[in-house]
């Protein structure tokens, strides 16, 4: 088939149809015209599908139907409908659906970190290798620990929350490219086993663990969920299965845009539990169960309403219509 002769034909009526779902304001002919132009247009990019389901005019058709079927059917939900559906279905489902991967993340991350504490930490020519005598000492017995009460804590948290949203985004947007979540791993993970084996070289694991812990189990958990997004778009695009490459690539990106809006949720809980709970007089065990509450908090919401939502059939991606797969018969 001739696809130039074919659009060329039916070019005017998407036009059309374009016109008319982006007005804003419709005469009742104009709203009948919308609804005829729309079950035909429809039918033509079924037809288009089956000869090439990921050209650049099937995606420009899908876009336009989405636009028109929003103009004729209106809103279906008000926002605090979608607002429950995000929070109940939508986004736990899509964090349970990462679970294996976040769990992998996390395992690669703590045997990279264990790895360089325990190298710092045992030998004396690889921590002379990091920083000289003098440095060390500043290092543990003040830079450290200033670290989390030299600002106050609302802006501390702040940073805390831009730097760890910088560093989630990049690990779900760069993700496809399948190099980026590994060197993120690699190099957080690095930092933290180096600092760690500073601490442990010197005796001083104690002092190191009652200040990472409180914010660091789930400010961590956060960082694996994104590299988990990350890699789960980019076997979407290596190995999409039944699905065309477009199509899987597609949902995963709208799944995935679900996790990233979760996140920022996550990282600014972490950023307050580091802002204000790290460097507080609290006790440590009290500091420590802070912290281990929060993580808490989150893996039953996970584990029961993300299973919950996902045996029910909820993915975290649109709903079907939303993504421009269903459309009226001609």
């Known amino acids: 088939m001739d696809m130039d002769a074919?659009?060329?034909?039916?070019?005017?009526?998407?036009?059309?149809?374009?016109?008319?779902a982006h007005k804003r304001r419709l005469t009742g002919g104009e709203a009948d015209e919308l609804l005829r132009l729309y079950q035909s247009t429809s039918a033509h990019l079924s037809f288009i599908r089956s000869i090439a389901p990921e050209s650049g005019l099937s995606a420009s058709l899908s876009a336009t139907l989405?636009?028109?079927?929003?103009?004729?059917?209106?809103?279906?939900?008000?926002?605090?409908?979608?607002?429950?559906?995000?929070?109940?279905?939508?986004?736990?489902?899509?964090?349970?659906?990462?679970?294996?991967?976040?769990?992998?993340?996390?395992?690669a991350f703590v045997l990279v970190a264990g790895a360089y504490a325990l190298w710092i930490g045992t030998s004396p020519e690889a921590l002379r290798s990091v920083a000289s005598e003098a440095a060390v000492r500043q290092y543990v017995e003040a830079d450290f620990i200033d670290y989390y009460s030299e600002n106050p804590a609302a802006s501390f948290a702040g940073a805390v929350w831009t730097n760890n949203a910088w560093i989630g985004a990049q690990a779900v947007a760069l993700g496809i490219t399948g190099i980026w979540v590994p060197m993120i791993l690699f190099t957080n993970a690095q930092g933290v086993g180096i600092a760690a084996g500073v601490?442990?070289?010197?005796?001083?694991?104690?002092?190191?663990?009652?200040?990472?812990?409180?914010?660091?189990?789930?400010?961590?958990?956060?960082?694996?969920?994104?590299?988990?997004?990350?890699?789960?778009?980019?076997?979407?695009?290596?190995?999409?299965?039944?699905?065309?490459?477009?199509?899987?690539?597609a949902d995963e990106g709208r799944s995935l845009i679900t996790v990233a809006l979760g996140l920022v949720l996550v990282l600014f809980v972490s950023g307050l539990v580091e802002g204000f709970v790290t460097p507080s007089p609290l006790p440590v065990w009290a500091k420590i169960g802070i912290g281990l509450a929060v993580l808490a908090a989150y893996c039953s919401y996970v584990l029961v309403w993300g299973r919950r939502a996902y045996d029910a059939g909820e993915r975290g991606d649109l709903l079907a219509g939303d993504a421009g797969y269903s459309e009226i018969a001609a």
Not at 84 to 97: D, E, G, K, Q, S
Not at 200 to 220: C, D, K, R, W
Not at 221 to 245: D, E, H, K, N, Y
Request: glycine residues 8%; positive net charge.
């Open 66 to 107: 989405a636009q028109a079927r929003t103009r004729f059917t209106g809103a279906r939900s008000n926002v605090m409908a979608d607002l429950a559906r995000f929070f109940v279905a939508a986004l736990p489902a899509a964090l349970y659906r990462l679970r294996w991967l976040t769990l992998a993340c996390g395992a």
């Open 6 to 20: 074919f659009s060329a034909a039916n070019g005017d009526k998407w036009s059309r149809l374009h016109q008319l």
């Open 199 to 249: 601490f442990a070289a010197v005796g001083q694991q104690g002092v190191f663990y009652t200040y990472i812990l409180p914010h660091g189990l789930m400010e961590l958990t956060a960082v694996f969920i994104a590299c988990a997004a990350g890699l789960r778009i980019f076997w979407a695009m290596v190995s999409p299965g039944p699905r065309t490459r477009g199509r899987a690539v």
